[in-house]
């Protein structure tokens, strides 16, 4: 875990109890050494705004610090933030359909294996409605109109390989993570 910074803050004596707390090596107050699979949420910031972590933080059971970092157990996935230039869309409402915990409105934490296509914009034109019609097409969840958040193939237990090495990424979720992008985008393509 670490560094432990936002901005020009280092969150060092937050970083060293929350490191304490989870049994953890601490290193120079500034990263976490852990056992085991964690998933680190954070910072939590967008555009200047920091968002509380302490709240959603523990309803998932995890560790924050920071109150911008959120350490938690196990695998999950961390969507966001749901941003295009200068608007940012609220994750609430799909985060809720997909068993997640929003944090600040714009992040949304899954347990398991998920990803996030978007923003379906180039320069200043977004691609709305088609985003949602190809979105749900494929079983997914849109956010905004310009972000789709689909279920990825891997399970949401621990792996065997518990390395943290990702070399495996292509054969658990590549394939149908590439499979999704282009069935998504081609619908986009035919509705313009």
Do not use: Q, W
Not at 4 to 22: F, M, P, Q, R, V
Not at 113 to 141: I, K
Not at 146 to 163: E, I, M, N, Q, Y
């Amino acid at each position: 875990v670490g560094p432990t910074c936002e901005g020009k803050t280092c969150y060092t004596g937050a970083t060293a109890d929350a490191c304490n707390t989870l049994d953890g090596t601490n290193i120079g107050d500034k990263f976490c050494i852990l056992e085991g699979r964690h998933t680190v949420v954070g910072p939590t910031c967008h555009g200047g705004t920091c968002y509380a972590t302490a709240s959603a933080c523990s309803k998932l059971g995890g560790t924050s610090f920071g109150d911008i970092f959120c350490v938690l157990e196990g695998r999950h996935t961390v969507v966001g933030p749901t941003c295009h230039g200068g608007t940012c869309y609220a994750t609430a409402s799909a985060c809720s359909k997909l068993g997640g915990t929003s944090f600040g409105d714009i992040y949304c934490v899954v347990e398991g294996d998920f990803f996030m296509v978007g923003p379906t914009c180039n320069g200043d034109t977004c691609y709305t409605g088609s985003t949602a019609e190809a979105c749900n097409s494929l079983g997914g969840n849109s956010i905004g109109d310009v972000f789709c958040v689909l279920k990825g193939s891997g399970d949401s237990g621990d792996r065997s390989d518990d390395s943290g090495d990702r070399s495996d990424a292509s054969s658990s979720t590549g394939i149908p993570f590439l499979s999704a992008v282009f069935a998504l985008m081609s619908s986009l393509v035919v509705s313009l």
